[in-house]
């Protein structure tokens, strides 16, 4: 488990579990958003457990409530947003594995640390496939 606040990260299927053929994720989350992104290595598949998500895929925005999947092939960007007030539940399926559970327990020790080291942050997510980029991208 990685708590990242006010995300909750739970680790279902780890890449090691099936020969690094995929791996998946829940995210249990507050009002918060997962920032716009893009993967090159891998592709995405986000399935709405509880709550509503708006994502952005491309640029565009789509409001998803539970039961919806979404899937969204490597290099294309996007992000989401649980807009609350009530918490929302997400799987996040990723293929072909490529470590994030890793990802995850680097960021929870980045976050932990007194201030933010922007430039090892950076490093991070070129290493596991998460490119920041801006939202008009």
Same mark, same amino acid.
């Given at each position: 488990e990685?708590?990242?606040?006010? $995300?909750?990260? #739970?680790?279902?299927?780890?890449g090691?579990q099936?020969? %690094?053929?995929?791996?998946?994720?829940? *995210?249990? !989350?507050?009002?918060?958003?997962?920032?716009?992104?893009?993967?090159?290595a891998?592709?995405?598949?986000?399935?709405?457990?509880?709550?509503?998500?708006?994502?952005?895929?491309?640029g565009?925005?789509y409001?998803r409530a539970?039961g919806s999947v979404? $899937?969204i092939? #490597?290099?294309?960007?996007h992000?989401?947003?649980n807009? %609350?007030?009530?918490?929302?539940k997400? *799987?996040? !399926?990723f293929?072909?594995?490529?470590?994030q559970?890793?990802?995850?327990?680097?960021?929870?020790?980045?976050?932990?640390?007194?201030?933010?080291?922007?430039d090892?942050?950076?490093?991070?997510?070129?290493?596991?496939?998460?490119q920041?980029i801006?939202?008009?991208?």
């Amino acid at each position: 488990e990685f708590i990242l606040q006010p $995300f909750t990260i #739970r680790t279902r299927v780890s890449g090691a579990q099936t020969g %690094g053929n995929f791996e998946l994720y829940q *995210l249990d !989350l507050g009002n918060s958003t997962v920032d716009y992104h893009v993967h090159n290595a891998m592709d995405e598949t986000l399935c709405v457990v509880e709550g509503d998500i708006e994502f952005t895929v491309a640029g565009r925005k789509y409001q998803r409530a539970a039961g919806s999947v979404t $899937f969204i092939p #490597r290099g294309l960007h996007h992000g989401f947003t649980n807009h %609350g007030p009530a918490r929302a539940k997400v *799987l996040a !399926l990723f293929t072909p594995a490529t470590g994030q559970d890793q990802y995850f327990r680097e960021l929870v020790k980045l976050f932990s640390a007194p201030t933010l080291n922007a430039d090892a942050l950076h490093a991070l997510q070129k290493q596991f496939d998460q490119q920041l980029i801006a939202p008009n991208e």
